[in-house]
């Protein structure tokens, strides 16, 4: 059989794989072990990610260290720990596993993971599942930048299948983690329930949807040509976002300047609703109000006025305890005190009040004008 990875992807001669020691990266380590025989000046190193969520954890690190000892491929082991409340054990596993890389590249390294076609259809209907824009509907690119280099998917055209087909061939092992199997999480439902229906359906399904992918993501690509001059005119030198030069702007070309802003700064993005809320009520609030939003994804940010611009604030949200209902209390002495349910966990906003102030709850942000917010 011939599977070939996209090498025209792999320009840089020092790279970090990414070996979970299941099917996907176990195919794209053999693959790049082939190719740095044909190619000496290559240095491999690869990087496996002790999450402890499986009592099987310690015997994959040790199956890994066995193959990369075997292919004479040096491996790092990374241990992390998951936080007990917060985000879902998908979203922490996968922020803990990418921190983790980051720490571990080395200078001119590149980062390379294994997903493939299949995961990439799953990907796409994730976002159509949240509602999700052309940035969103872009799913996973072959090549992106990450940490100060570039994450590089060489895979990203082959299917689930072939792979399988190309470590049978060779005579691969890998493991089988056991929750791939728990259709509670989305992706494993999408991947054992739906996708297979609608691939006995129409059989080139994710075919289409990476076209789709594709094409939203040059969508995405040519707004952020066309829209680059209006966010430098937009934006001081200190990062500030001038609110005067948006006002004449129609609702979509401000949102999406708002949008490539937030994406600048680093900002987990917010919902098409909340970027709304973060023009009406901060951006239009009245001028002697200090009007601050605070939304939570996959850590909390926060809006503020200032001088005639708004200005991110990113930082940490601490949970307390789960089960707790959430509930916004008016106190005369102090002020609001809000605690609220949000989309993803529950979070504490300690509110100090410079003036009057009102907050309004929706799924996944807390509205504070007149108030500046302490998230920590």
């Known amino acids: 059989m011939t599977l070939t990875l996209n090498r025209q992807l792999l320009s840089s001669r020092q790279i970090l794989v990414a070996f979970s020691g299941g099917l996907d990266s176990t195919v794209l380590l053999h693959q790049l072990v082939q190719w740095r025989t044909e190619n000496p000046g290559v240095t491999l190193r690869a990087i496996h990610v002790h999450h402890g969520l499986s009592a099987n954890a310690d ?22 720990q998951l936080a007990q409340e917060g985000l879902g054990i998908e979203a922490q596993a996968r922020q803990a596993r990418y921190q983790a890389f980051a720490r571990t590249l080395l200078p001119g390294e590149v980062l390379v993971t294994a997903q493939h076609l299949d995961d990439q259809c ?8 949240r509602g999700s824009g052309p940035a969103g509907l872009s799913a996973m690119a072959e090549v992106s930048e990450f940490a100060g280099t570039r994450l590089i998917r060489p895979l990203l055209a082959r299917t689930r299948g072939e792979l399988e087909q190309w470590a049978l061939a060779h005579g691969l092992r890998w493991i089988e983690d ?14 054992l ?17 990476a076209r789709s992918a594709a094409l939203c993501a040059e969508q995405e690509s040519l707004l952020d040509e066309l829209l680059a001059d209006d966010l430098a005119h937009c934006q001081t030198q200190q990062g500030t976002l001038k609110i005067a030069p948006m006002v004449a702007m129609s609702d979509a070309r401000r949102a999406a300047i708002i949008r490539r802003w937030l994406a600048g700064q680093n900002a987990p993005m917010p919902s098409r609703d909340a970027l709304v809320r973060i023009w009406q009520e901060v951006a239009l609030a009245r001028e002697d109000a200090s009007p601050v939003y605070v939304w939570v994804r996959l850590k909390s940010a926060a809006i503020s006025r200032n001088c005639g611009g708004l200005n991110p604030s990113l930082g940490k949200a601490k949970p307390f305890c789960r089960g707790r209902r959430g509930y916004n ?48």
Request: charged share 25%; net charge positive; aromatic share 12%.
């Open 178 to 191: 056991e929750s791939n199997q728990d259709d509670s999480y989305d992706r494993n439902f999408l991947r």
């Open 122 to 129: 799953e990907t796409f209907l994730l976002a159509l599942k």
């Open 193 to 209: 329930r739906v996708v297979p229906l609608l691939q006995q359906r129409w059989p080139h399904f994710a075919e289409a949807t």
């Open 59 to 80: 015997a994959w690190v040790k199956h890994c260290e066995n193959i990369c000892q075997q292919w004479q491929v040096p491996l790092v082991v990374e241990r992390v």
């Open 329 to 376: 209390r008016w106190n005369y002495r102090r002020g609001w005190e809000v605690y609220s349910l949000l989309r993803e966990a529950i979070f504490a906003l300690r509110v100090q009040t410079k003036r009057s102030a009102c907050v309004s709850k929706r799924q996944d942000c807390c509205i504070l004008s007149g108030a500046t917010a302490d998230v920590s």
